[in-house]
């Protein structure tokens, strides 16, 4: 069974910097694409990165290109998102996701392909 769980949001200023972190079951990492979704309320929900956990190769969405990072540690099963220069745009709940391709990219995913998701961690940051 796939299981996920963030945490690590939280309240910040403008320009501050917060890490978020993706616990997972021991069979994601190197096996399963993980996306880091947000929605702020009245907005539909934004991929912001897309990871091939095989490689940790990240696809960013331009609006947190050069700003956000992500990163992993297998032994930890642990995903994390590294927010940087926030904006009060990027106020919204986050969460992670992890779905399977066996063809395509772990980028060419869609929303319905991401099949485990975890409960979501709020992130606001005021101007």
């Known amino acids: 069974q796939v299981q996920l769980q963030e945490s690590g949001g939280g309240s910040v200023q403008a320009g501050g910097s917060l890490r978020l972190s993706c616990a997972t079951s021991?069979?994601?990492?190197?096996?399963?694409?993980v996306g880091w979704f947000r929605q702020a309320p009245g907005l539909e929900l934004e991929r912001v990165a897309s990871?091939?956990?095989?490689?940790?190769?990240?696809v960013y969405a331009d609006s947190v290109k050069g700003r956000f990072t992500t990163s992993q540690d297998k032994s930890k099963n642990t995903l994390y998102l590294d927010m940087s220069n926030l904006k009060p745009e990027d106020s919204a709940m986050y969460y992670c996701?992890?779905?399977?391709?066996?063809?395509?990219?772990?980028?060419?995913?869609?929303?319905?392909?991401?099949?485990?998701w975890g409960q979501g961690t709020q992130v606001t940051v005021s101007s």
């Open positions: 021991d069979n994601v990492i190197g096996d399963y694409c």
């Open positions: 990871v091939s956990t095989g490689s940790g190769y990240t």
């Open positions: 996701a992890a779905g399977r391709t066996y063809v395509r990219g772990c980028s060419s995913l869609g929303r319905s392909d991401y099949h485990y």
